[in-house]
């Protein structure tokens, strides 16, 4: 799945996106995964409460199912307006 | 419907002019627009870059829409959001919205932006003389979404 990152999250992480091959059955499950692959992740992934995240472009928590998911995003709580 | 995301600025009174143009039953038009605010102790050089995520931004904002039009009868509503860099004075956000009478318009317009604050994916960056910094989210701003249920 493609896996997109914004805000401070891109900074840390380098990248704004990336395939990622994974069998995560959860948002929280990928987050493991992510965390365990390099520091630059763990150090992303520190503080969950800082991360919100959205699966195929809608707001979902950790606890929401990946199957058949193609795209999930993670970024700080939103600021615009 | 009219959600745009652009670089460019907006005109108000163009805006209001093209959402009223062909409904005479519209009575009140509200208009909030968002302006980039100086950081105090930014220097001369301040800029803001508002940072979105493309794919979900229109979405998100045309969902915002719909739950403002289920709950009040709005003859129309326009969200328009800048991205990319601005500077302080400079418009971010203009929200319209119509009707027949002024209290659905008054309070339609105030729940598009608290929505539009809490659930669109925009993120502010501000840089001055003291370096750069990602805003923070307002607790402020839940507790104002937290009110309309």
Redesign the interface.
């Known amino acids: 799945m493609q896996v ?1 990152y ?3 999250l891109r900074e840390r992480i380098g990248a704004a996106r990336e395939e990622v091959q994974t069998d995560a059955a959860t948002v929280a499950d990928l987050v493991g995964e992510l965390r365990a692959r390099e520091p630059r992740y763990a150090a992303a992934f520190s503080d969950m409460s800082a991360v919100r995240v ?1 699966v195929d ?3 979902a928590d950790m606890t929401a199912p990946l199957k058949g998911a193609r ?1 999930v ?1 993670f ?7 | 419907m009219a959600v745009r995301v652009q670089e460019a600025d907006f005109d108000i009174a163009a805006e209001i002019a093209a959402l009223t143009a062909t409904d005479r039953d519209i009575g009140a038009v509200v208009s909030f627009t968002g302006l980039v605010r100086e950081i105090a102790g930014g220097g001369a050089d301040q800029r803001m870059t508002l940072e979105h995520y493309p794919a979900m931004t229109e979405r998100a904002l045309a969902e915002i829409e719909a739950q403002a039009r289920a709950r009040w009868p709005l003859s129309g509503v326009a969200i328009i959001h800048r991205v990319g860099p601005l500077a302080p004075g400079d418009n971010i956000v203009l929200v319209l919205a119509a009707s027949r009478h002024r209290h659905a318009a008054f309070e339609a317009a105030a729940f598009l932006m608290d929505y539009l604050k809490t659930r669109a994916p925009f993120w502010k960056k501000e840089a001055g003389a003291s370096g750069a910094r990602w805003v923070d989210a307002r607790e402020s701003d839940e507790a104002a979404v937290a009110r309309w249920g």
């Open positions: 997109l914004f805000a401070w959205a472009q809608t707001m795209e995003a970024f700080p709580p939103v600021t615009g307006g």
